[in-house]
């Protein structure tokens, strides 16, 4: 399809595993971010891509958490030793500059028992 | 860096009255602002957005307005709809990430 897409849909797993949720944005946008959003919330920013520029990882909230991203494709956010309060969507969105209208994906919902 | 206030937090309106929804943003360098809806357990859209060269943009029953001088900018929903309710996002952005508002729940009353 030509969105943002996002795998797994939903990722239930125990607490102290590792997790790692995968974003494929659409075709030739070079902005892409991830956000976390608790039931009911906002979106909290974590971190942000732009073409080939160091990311701005001024959102994370632990060194739990890192993304990578090659080039201008596939991202793949990671949680380590996770724990409950991790539970929420993520959600990745990408566009075509960092100026210019986001598109999200449908999100990573993720549980962690 | 920037940061973004939204107004109010929750907000009713009855059906085919008006809502208006406000945003602060700090930094005056700021040139781009969106809108998105997010109805629920979907993802976040687009719905309109306007940029620091023009003062408002409408699209049929939805305007937003830009006052660069105060630093804020608002979204009008004209004769609301049920289908008009869900949680809106204000957001603002450089040439850099942009910055959401923390969100505004809108329930349309029958």
């Known amino acids: 399809g030509a969105g943002v897409s996002q795998s797994p849909s939903n990722k239930v797993t125990e607490k102290g595993k590792d997790v790692e949720l995968r974003c494929d944005p659409i075709?030739?946008?070079?902005?892409l971010y991830w956000y976390r959003q608790r039931l009911g919330q906002g979106l909290e920013f974590l971190i942000y891509f732009q073409g080939n520029s160091a990311p701005d990882k001024s959102g994370l909230p632990s060194d739990r958490f890192s993304a990578e991203r090659t080039g201008e494709s596939v991202s793949t956010l990671t949680i380590q030793r996770t724990q409950q309060e991790d539970s929420a969507v993520y959600l990745c969105?990408?566009?075509?500059?960092?100026?210019?209208?986001?598109?999200f994906g449908d999100g990573t919902r993720l549980s962690i028992l | 860096g920037e940061n973004v206030e939204q107004h109010p937090s929750t907000l009713s309106v009855q059906e085919g009255d008006s809502a208006v929804i406000k945003c602060t943003y700090s930094?005056?360098?700021?040139?781009?602002f969106p809108w998105y809806k997010q109805e629920l357990g979907k993802r976040p859209q687009l719905i309109i957005d306007?940029?620091?060269?023009?003062g408002e943009k409408k699209d049929q029953r939805i305007a937003v307005t830009l006052n660069k001088t105060a630093k804020h900018f608002s979204l009008h929903i004209t004769e609301t709809q049920p289908e008009d309710s869900a949680v809106y996002f204000c957001?603002?952005?450089?040439?850099?990430?942009?910055?959401f508002g923390k969100g505004t729940r809108l329930h349309i009353l029958p």
């Open positions: 930094d005056s360098a700021s040139n781009y």
């Open positions: 075709s030739g946008h070079t902005a």
């Open positions: 957001a603002a952005s450089m040439w850099d990430k942009i910055i």
């Open positions: 969105a990408s566009s075509g500059h960092s100026n210019q209208p986001q598109h």
């Open positions: 306007i940029r620091s060269n023009v």
